[in-house]
């Protein structure tokens, strides 16, 4: 096993003007015209500017993924990062001497040259009291090495904290704290992203003087790998316990300190793919930070805070700290006082707040606030107010969600709406925004070597509808998305992460899981009456969050969704004071006000599906081609094309009903046929004159 480089002691005192100079050349150096092209020049330190002026600290987008510490004294430190998940990453720490109340102007910058990113930082308080800062370095994006740097601060609670000079550990990205085991071992694990043997578990017997990699841990499966993220905590009975993140939540044991792990294997508690924390509390229990409850996953959102008795093996209690989506990546720390401290983000962009909850174990347990103790959704860092306000009171939205259509092995249709307001405005609409967009895809919820669509105008003549379709896809793969929107290319949000699931492949014979629908009568739904004037239980709840059977159907997580016709009535309620659609912005209006309830921005959001018209969703009961009525016939078929992923953005000969689509071999649409049948409705199909 590699020895490494015994720590210097060298200290970095340097003035406020050496400060200054060091962060103008590398700002100069951030602005070279060339790329580099040794990807080497990542096993060099990045520059670390101490209390940097705050104009030499790059502006930025998107900040998140945070770290916690707090000294004997009672003095919290945090880290996090800027332009994170972009080859600009660059970390900051800051601090504050008033529990979390008010923090400080950044401490310390870590800014690495151009070309490499500085990535994934963690801090650490070791058992000598002194404070650590841990970051990951890459050239570029990720280069399949990666490395662990550090620094190193004898005194954190003195006003001016000197600094080690840097220095790299070992391979791989770290991210969470190290662990000390009960004979003083330092056990800190890395990732080599989606390598074989990923996970690499480093120790030092010599308080952090020296590290040696002691063992590494697989995920055999190439297709779940990932960025690790892994977390050790050291069981009663001596062994090991790691939780990784592996397309939701896996674990390993090792029984020798750390040299060798059993396979890693999924864990039967459910989480999304994402960052989670787990820690030994003073009181001998252990903490879980997760993303929902412990037999659900749920998306990035309900992070919730578990206490265990026995090591893991089973949890009691759910804190809720934050029920919002997009709160991501907690760590945490407790105080002497028994005070627990956790950090996480809230929408990197265009908010980038960094937020702090404190709580006790008696909360946890609980599963509500009952201590006095108890401090939510407390402000670490937000992007400037100027900055992060404007940016959404002038960016376009997207009310309706997202869609994936006309899914198969190698394909999707992805589509959303940009739009003005986030719900009705007092019209009962939802106006469109102009503004661009493109769609971000990975087979990861991290996003790790994503792909990007081109980027789209969103134009008035096609209700600013964006429509890209993706080719080339892994057959039987589940897919990750999420839309980039903004007023141009320069200033864009990054929206919630989506899903599909493309299909098996006609060489592939397994069962699929879909729902059918049809006939979603808004104004009956709205006004609590059927058709034929019998109430339904339509409650407060469901004319907020939409149809019910959403909910229910997305608890049975289908492979696809088939929407029979009828999606929208233009021709109801028919009354004097509410007549029949027939303009196109009435029309159009149809399909906003139904497809912004949160149950189907969810619903749709998750599961892709297949679409063909009726007669309500084209014309007006039993309508035709025929006919002088309005809405007229092309009318009617252009409209249902524009609305739905169907077809490819501009295609006008795609059918708009009755369209064959095979699922796996002998299947259409999930109708399983013998030769006779499936030979009667492709003549039927070919014979139909319905467009």
């Not at 791989?172 to 990923?198: A, F, Y």
């Not at 839309?483 to 060489?507: C, V």
Request: aromatic residues 8%; neutral net charge.
């Amino acid at each position: 096993m590699k020895q490494l480089t015994p720590m210097k002691t060298l200290k970095l005192r340097l003035s406020a003007l050496l400060f200054a100079t060091a962060a103008a050349v590398v700002l100069a150096d951030l602005s070279a015209a060339e790329e580099p092209a040794d990807p080497d020049i990542a096993l060099k330190p990045a520059h670390v500017i101490v209390n940097p002026w705050r104009f030499h600290i790059p502006p930025t987008k998107r900040q998140g993924v945070p770290g916690i510490e707090r000294t004997a004294k009672g003095r919290l430190w945090a880290v996090y990062g800027r332009d994170v998940e972009s080859t600009r990453n660059y970390q900051v720490l800051t601090r504050s001497d008033d529990d979390g109340k008010s923090w400080s102007d950044a401490q310390l910058m870590i800014l690495p040259s151009r070309g490499v990113r500085a990535m994934s930082a963690s801090i650490w308080i070791d058992p000598q009291g002194r404070l650590w800062v841990f970051w990951g370095q890459a050239f570029g994006a990720q280069d399949g090495r990666y490395g662990i740097f550090a620094i190193m601060s004898d005194d954190p609670d003195a006003d001016e904290s000197q600094w080690s000079a840097p220095r790299r550990l070992g391979d791989g990205i770290m991210l969470n704290k190290p662990t000390v085991l009960s004979d003083g071992d330092w056990l800190l694990t890395s990732s080599v992203w989606k390598t074989d043997n990923s996970i690499k578990v480093y120790a030092s017997n010599d308080q952090g003087e020296s590290f040696t990699l002691r063992g590494t841990a697989n995920i055999a499966d190439p297709k779940k790998r990932g960025p690790d993220e892994p977390m050790i905590v050291e069981r009663k009975d001596g062994s090991l316990w790691m939780l990784v993140r592996m397309q939701g939540l896996a674990e390993t044991i090792s029984t020798d300190r750390g040299k060798t792990w059993a396979p890693v294997q999924r864990s039967s508690i459910k989480h999304c793919t994402s960052r989670f924390f787990v820690r030994r509390l003073m009181s001998g229990s252990l903490l879980l930070v997760k993303h929902g409850p412990l037999d659900k996953r749920v998306g990035r959102q309900q992070l919730t805070a578990y206490a265990s008795n026995d090591d893991g093996n089973s949890w009691t209690g759910g804190l809720m700290i934050d029920e919002r989506e997009d709160v991501t990546y907690p760590d945490g720390v407790q105080a002497d006082d028994g005070r627990i401290h956790i950090i996480y983000d809230h929408q990197r962009t265009p908010l980038g707040e960094v937020l702090m909850a404190t709580f006790t174990e008696e909360d946890v347990r609980a599963g509500e606030p009952v201590s006095d103790k108890i401090r939510l959704r407390g402000k670490v860092a937000r992007l400037p107010i100027e900055q992060a306000d404007a940016r959404v009171d002038s960016q376009p939205l997207a009310a309706q969600g997202e869609f994936a259509g006309e899914v198969i092995a190698d394909s999707v249709l992805l589509q959303t709406r940009l739009t003005a307001n986030a719900g009705l405005d007092t019209n009962g609409d939802i106006p469109g925004a102009p503004g661009v967009a493109c769609f971000e895809y990975a087979t990861d919820a991290g996003f790790n070597s994503a792909k990007r669509t081109a980027w789209i105008s969103a134009k008035a003549n096609e209700d600013f509808i964006i429509r890209a379709k993706l080719t080339g896809l892994k057959s039987g793969t589940a897919y990750f998305y999420r839309a980039l929107i903004g007023r141009d290319q320069e200033s864009f949000r990054t929206g919630p992460t989506r899903q599909f699931s493309t299909l098996p492949g006609s060489q592939v014979n397994r069962d699929v899981r879909f729902c059918v629908g049809s006939c979603m009568i808004y104004e009956r739904f709205m006004d609590g009456t059927s058709a034929n004037k019998v109430p339904i239980a339509t409650t407060d709840e469901d004319r907020r969050l939409g149809y019910p059977a959403f909910a229910a159907m997305n608890e049975l997580k289908p492979d696809f969704f088939v929407g029979t016709g009828d999606i929208v009535y233009y021709d109801w309620p028919r009354t004097k004071n509410r007549p029949a659609a027939t303009a196109l912005p009435d029309l159009r209006k149809k399909w906003h006000e139904q497809f912004r309830f949160p149950r189907l921005v969810d619903f749709f959001g998750r599961t892709p599906a297949f679409w063909s018209k009726d007669d309500h969703d084209f014309r007006f009961d039993d309508a035709d081609l025929t006919g002088a009525k309005l809405p007229a016939a092309d009318t009617g078929i252009d409209l249902f094309r524009e609305q739905l992923p169907i077809a490819p953005a501009g295609d006008r000969d795609t059918p708009t009903c009755h369209k064959p689509h095979p699922v796996v071999d002998g299947t259409v649409r999930g109708l399983t046929l013998n030769n006779c049948e499936r030979l009667w409705l492709q003549a039927s199909w070919a014979a139909a004159t319905a467009r």
